[in-house]
């Protein structure tokens, strides 16, 4: 009589070679995912309050350069937020600092929800900035502690997808608040937000730095790795390309909807059906990106490819306007091609960025992200300097970006070294 085999002990089922595979992706997932999430609120805090700037002077009694003054304060502590959290990061964790970056966000979200007056919402939304700047700067090092080989880069993929979505999202959520309620509103539901990331890092976001992994020799020697990254070459040529990458987008976001409601008289659901339509290449951009560095495709090459589509999309915007003056479809057309580009452009120079800075994650990404906001913030007003009465300025200075990032590829980065690609080690 043969005996029944013995249940498994526990052991062996916690070691069961099908489910192991299957728990650790899905930890995985959930860890993307709240990583994802927290990419994204920066740019909604950035521009889900625009629509609400005439009805946010009126109620403080502010002029409208004041108002504008809470978008550029936001904008430069979230500059000052990546390069101080990024490289302490590095010497302190990264779990602590994101809970309270986050906490952090969600507190200032309800002080500007509650500001008495312009000055309160100033100093607010510095401070939201600040703390804003966690979910963003450590993302980043988190997914580069966690993930090794081509899984790397088809992360950063989801990331560059969210982070060139979500400003185009933004603005249509606070028109959808506005239309029910009023600017304060809009600064509760970020704050709600916050507190749901809060929760959502506090279980699907764990330590990811060890401490025997961590920079060691004080806080000085902490901030010497960033400087160290700042004196690479090939490093510094990499964040010079998707620096100037993201002036071209940045000044795109801004000066599109002029462009196409003002010059071209189409209404805001078609402008917002455009925004959608060079939104989605973005994406498909990013999904192609992730299938081909399956596939084994270089990172240098798929990012020289992103600026040189970029930049055939930016020299024919202004051939088109030069030549045959303002066309909707010519400027769709062109606008779409450059937008594309740029979806290859960012998750490779992230990927080779943070390879590159892999002995200091935080600061590689400090230095990569807060040169990217520095750039767009102040490229952003330039658009509405040069007048109205055409797109030609918005077409210059995209190209002018896009140039810029081709001369830092060739002359610092030089991809066909092919440094910073990514090893399964």
């Known amino acids: 009589m043969i005996s029944p085999s013995p249940a498994p002990s526990t052991a062996e089922r916690v070691t069961d070679p099908d489910t192991a595979p299957r728990a650790a992706r899905r930890s995985a997932l959930a860890l993307v995912a709240v990583l994802g999430a927290l990419t994204a609120m920066t740019p909604l805090a950035i521009d889900m309050y625009v629509p609400g700037f005439p009805s946010m002077g009126d109620t403080l009694g502010a002029s409208s350069s004041a108002v504008q003054l809470t978008m550029t304060a936001f904008l430069a502590g979230l500059v000052v937020g990546q390069l101080v959290l990024g490289p302490l990061s590095d010497r302190l964790g990264r779990r602590g600092l994101l809970i309270s970056g986050v906490a952090g966000f969600a507190f200032f979200s309800l002080v500007c929800a509650l500001a008495p007056n312009v000055g309160v919402l100033t100093a607010a939304r510095f401070l939201q900035g600040v703390t804003g700047a966690a979910g963003a700067v450590l993302a980043r090092a988190v997914l580069t502690d966690r993930f090794r080989g081509t899984e790397l880069p088809r992360y950063f993929a989801v990331l560059s997808q969210i982070m060139g979505v979500a400003p185009i999202a933004a603005p249509v959520l606070g028109g959808a608040v506005l239309a029910v309620s009023t600017w304060r509103a809009i600064f509760v539901v970020l704050t709600v937000l916050g507190a749901l990331l809060l929760l959502a890092v506090v279980r699907a976001v764990p330590e990811s730095l060890p401490p025997e992994s961590r920079q060691h020799g004080g806080i000085a020697s902490t901030f010497r790795a960033m400087g160290a990254l700042l004196g690479n070459r090939a490093f510094m040529g990499y964040v010079l390309v998707l620096a100037f990458v993201s002036a071209a987008l940045f000044t795109y976001i801004s000066g599109s909807s002029f462009v196409f409601e003002n010059l071209h008289g189409v209404s805001s659901t078609t402008y917002s059906l455009i925004f959608a339509t060079n939104a989605a290449g973005m994406l498909v951009s990013g999904a192609v990106f992730s299938r081909l560095v399956q596939r084994g495709v270089r990172l240098n090459t798929l990012l020289t490819a992103g ?9 024919a915007q202004v051939l088109l306007v030069v030549t045959l003056g303002e066309t909707l479809a010519g400027t769709w057309i062109t606008l779409f091609v450059t937008v594309a580009g740029i979806g290859l452009v960012f998750p490779a120079v992230m990927s080779i960025g943070q390879t590159l800075g892999r002995e200091a994650p935080g600061a590689a990404s400090a230095v990569l992200g807060g040169l990217q906001f520095l ?12 007048g109205e009465d055409s797109s030609l300025p918005m077409a210059l200075i995209m190209l002018f970006a896009v ?13 066909w070294r092919g440094e910073g690609e990514p090893s399964d080690g």
């Open 307 to 315: 600026v040189g589509i970029a930049a055939l999309g930016a020299v």
């Open 403 to 415: 140039a810029a990032a081709g001369v830092s590829l060739c002359a610092l980065a030089r991809p």
């Open 375 to 386: 750039c767009g913030a102040l490229v952003s007003p330039l658009v509405g300097l040069f």
